[in-house]
């Protein structure tokens, strides 16, 4: 069990610029993984393994994209009871990402706002840093019960059109593949000009194609199959909602992510920091979130892989969540929120309420 409560931890931190908490906290945590140091945030996995995809999860209680867009701290984030984490968004080229400030926080909707503009070292980097994680060398344990899942999220290049954007999931597709167990394609930040511009049905009919066929290519190269996952926005209207259902359907991939963050700022109006640029996440997008989810789910049908995402706070958000159709979960801004201690609990309340054979 971890020895630090978060609590005094997130004082410290909150006092911090929010950028800057954010890297010292993942310096921290790749510098202490794997040493004694990681007894501050340790804590025993919750046993309430799933299988979906061909993967058996764990737990239902994973970390989403964004905390982590450089793999560096895979590890410290797999002692933390984490089910599945999933690292990136990860571009080909290196890149900055927006200017500075670009991180703001709303604790009084227990929010965030982010504009980071996919800012990470690169394919190269990202890759590397995967290879040298625990979780890589123990990649084929026998018992996939008791292994962490990982899943590898890509992007498109601020500077790539986005009429060739196809180029740049390609080349990431294919350099992340060999070590991932899911692949996360991300359409849907609002951060990257024009990225979700991607959603449309022509775009996202041509995207999909052309990685499903790259994906059967590397199947056979590597001698495995590497699920594709979408991940989808909450500002989508119903019938665009099932337009996306159907081309997941219709060109075979084999799971969503629902949502990222959004940009309604309705919730935090009149706030500090409500008029910023970028994504909001956190509370204030629970109800979008677990709308998407719920039409999805009534669109795919059972059986068909959502991971529901957005304004788990509490054990109780990431019931709600599984309610509305989701067979995984996973947190960002609660950890910020609430620490490692949120991902127990929320997956022993998945657990109460939905248990596993």
Same mark, same amino acid.
């Given at each position: 069990?971890?020895?630090?409560?978060?609590?005094?931890?997130?004082?410290?931190?909150?006092?911090?610029?929010?950028?800057?908490?954010?890297?010292?906290?993942?310096?921290?945590?790749?510098?202490?993984?794997?040493?004694?140091?990681?007894?501050?945030?340790?804590?025993?996995?919750?046993?309430?393994?799933?299988?979906?995809?061909?993967?058996?999860?764990?737990?239902?209680?994973?970390?989403a994209a964004g905390?982590?867009?450089?793999?560096?701290?895979?590890?410290?984030?797999?002692?933390?009871?984490?089910?599945?984490?999933?690292?990136?968004?990860?571009?080909?080229?290196?890149?900055?990402?927006?200017?500075?400030?670009?991180?703001?926080?709303?604790?009084?909707?227990?929010?965030?706002?982010?504009?980071?503009?996919?800012?990470?070292?690169?394919?190269?980097?990202?890759?590397?840093?995967?290879?040298?994680?625990?979780?890589?060398?123990?990649?084929?344990?026998?018992?996939?019960?008791?292994?962490?899942?990982?899943?590898l999220n890509i992007?498109?290049?601020?500077?790539?059109?986005?009429?060739?954007?196809?180029?740049?999931?390609?080349?990431?597709?294919?350099?992340?593949?060999?070590?991932?167990?899911?692949?996360?394609?991300?359409?849907?930040?609002?951060?990257?000009?024009?990225?979700?511009?991607?959603?449309?049905?022509?775009?996202?009919?041509?995207?999909?194609?052309?990685?499903?066929?790259?994906?059967?290519?590397?199947?056979?190269?590597?001698?495995?199959?590497?699920?594709?996952?979408?991940?989808?926005?909450?500002?989508?209207?119903?019938?665009?909602?099932?337009?996306?259902?159907?081309?997941?359907?219709?060109?075979?991939?084999?799971?969503?992510? !629902?949502?990222?963050?959004?940009? %309604?700022?309705?919730? /935090?109006?009149? @706030?500090?920091? =409500?008029?910023? &640029? *970028?994504?909001?996440?956190? !509370?204030?997008?629970?109800?979008? %979130?677990?709308?998407? /989810?719920?039409? @999805?789910?009534? =669109?795919?049908? &059972? *059986?068909?892989?959502?991971?529901?995402?957005?304004?788990?706070? %509490?054990?109780?958000?990431?019931?709600?969540?599984?309610? =509305?159709?989701?067979?995984?979960?996973?947190?960002?801004?609660?950890?910020?929120?609430?620490?490692?201690m949120l991902v127990?609990?929320?997956?022993? =309340?998945?657990?109460?309420?939905?248990?596993?054979?």
């Amino acid at each position: 069990m971890a020895l630090l409560p978060y609590g005094l931890t997130r004082s410290f931190l909150f006092n911090m610029d929010a950028e800057k908490a954010h890297d010292l906290t993942l310096d921290l945590l790749a510098r202490g993984q794997g040493t004694p140091l990681q007894c501050a945030w340790v804590q025993p996995p919750v046993h309430d393994p799933v299988t979906l995809a061909g993967l058996t999860f764990p737990n239902r209680v994973g970390l989403a994209a964004g905390l982590d867009k450089n793999a560096r701290a895979i590890d410290a984030f797999a002692a933390m009871g984490f089910g599945f984490v999933e690292v990136g968004t990860v571009t080909p080229l290196p890149q900055a990402g927006n200017p500075k400030p670009r991180i703001f926080r709303l604790p009084a909707r227990q929010a965030l706002i982010n504009r980071m503009g996919f800012n990470n070292q690169g394919l190269d980097v990202f890759v590397r840093n995967v290879k040298n994680s625990y979780f890589h060398s123990t990649s084929r344990l026998s018992d996939k019960r008791q292994r962490l899942i990982l899943g590898l999220n890509i992007g498109k290049n601020a500077a790539t059109p986005i009429e060739r954007a196809t180029d740049d999931y390609l080349l990431g597709l294919a350099g992340v593949y060999p070590y991932a167990d899911y692949v996360t394609v991300n359409i849907s930040s609002p951060n990257t000009k024009n990225l979700r511009d991607l959603q449309s049905d022509a775009a996202l009919d041509a995207l999909l194609s052309s990685l499903k066929s790259r994906q059967g290519e590397l199947a056979a190269e590597h001698g495995k199959h590497v699920p594709l996952f979408l991940k989808i926005a909450p500002d989508l209207d119903e019938s665009q909602v099932q337009a996306i259902a159907d081309a997941l359907r219709r060109h075979g991939i084999e799971g969503v992510i !629902a949502t990222n963050t959004t940009l %309604s700022r309705d919730a /935090v109006a009149g @706030l500090p920091h =409500a008029g910023e &640029a *970028g994504g909001l996440s956190g !509370a204030p997008v629970r109800e979008a %979130s677990d709308r998407v /989810v719920r039409q @999805l789910r009534a =669109a795919l049908g &059972a *059986g068909f892989p959502i991971i529901g995402v957005g304004g788990i706070l %509490s054990g109780a958000d990431a019931v709600a969540k599984i309610e =509305a159709g989701a067979d995984l979960v996973q947190i960002y801004t609660g950890l910020i929120y609430r620490g490692p201690m949120l991902v127990a609990e929320a997956a022993r =309340a998945i657990g109460r309420v939905n248990p596993t054979a």
